[in-house]
T-cell receptor, first 109, second 117 residues
Framework: GQNIDQPTEMTATEGAIVQINCTYQ??????LFWYQQHAGEAPTFLSY??LDGLEEKGRFSSFLSRSKGYSYLLLKELQMKDSASYLC??????????WGAGTKLIIKP | GAVVSQHPSWVICKSGTSVKIECRSL??????MFWYRQFPKQSLMLMAT?????????EQGVEKDKFLINHASLTLSTLTVTSAHPEDSSFYIC?????????????FGEGSRLTVL
């Protein structure tokens, strides 16, 4: 079966760095997405990786290793507004998105 | 970036009535739109894939006669929850793939929160 694993919840301090991991087993691979979702709102796109390596976008970076079925989202200089759920999703060989359950990130002052 | 608009944002209805939710791509043509449902504290669950001009593809366990999807144009898809019941109360979100590329970015609507009394 297809499976996306990410931690349920993480806590970090304002100003610090946090890494949210995601491992996957899917039928084929056409890219991995990270989305941010604040409570009660729709998800917003953060990043898309299809090749191995690190993609940096401001305070957020995303890394992919296809051979290991592994990705992480790195958030630097954490701000209180970064408190949200972070969803990892993989597009399989049929171009369907397989979603992880999300990681709830709690930022403390 | 591309914009997807969903309407209404909030809807409250009586049990047994039908509710229609619209999803529009405002500045691009979307041949494929996706409908998701999210229950509190759970992840998004894909309900169906909507293709312009053809029948929607429903995920296993989703009743196609209860959740009617119409994708009549390249900028509009609608989800109708027929004979809604309290257990249908949920957050419904649509998304559209932009740019025509199979691996293009997904753009999400704002979501529609349905409460069935």
């Amino acid at each position: 079966g297809q499976n996306i694993d990410q931690p349920t919840e993480m806590t970090a301090t304002e100003g610090a760095i946090v890494q949210i991991n995601c491992t996957y087993q899917t039928s084929g691979f056409n890219g991995l997405f990270w989305y941010q979702q604040h409570a009660g709102e729709a998800p917003t796109f953060l990043s898309y990786n299809v090749l191995d390596g690190l993609e940096e976008k401001g305070r957020f970076s995303s890394f992919l290793s296809r051979s290991k079925g592994y990705s992480y989202l790195l958030l630097k200089e954490l701000q209180m507004k970064d408190s949200a759920s972070y969803l990892c999703a993989v597009m399989d060989s049929n171009y369907q998105l397989i979603w992880g359950a999300g990681t709830k990130l709690i930022i403390k002052p | 970036g591309a914009v997807v608009s969903q309407h209404p944002s909030w809807v409250i209805c009586k049990s047994g009535t039908s509710v229609k939710i619209e999803c529009r791509s405002l500045d691009f043509q979307a041949t494929t739109m996706f409908w998701y449902r999210q229950f509190p504290k759970q992840s998004l669950m894909l309900m169906a894939t909507s293709n312009e001009g053809s029948k929607a593809t429903y995920e296993q366990g989703v009743e196609k006669d209860k959740f009617l999807i119409n994708h009549a144009s390249l900028t509009l898809s609608t989800l109708t929850v027929t004979s809604a019941h309290p257990e249908d109360s949920s957050f419904y979100i649509c998304s559209a793939r932009g740019g025509g590329a199979d691996t293009g970015e997904l753009f999400f609507g704002e979501g529609s929160r349905l409460t069935v009394l």
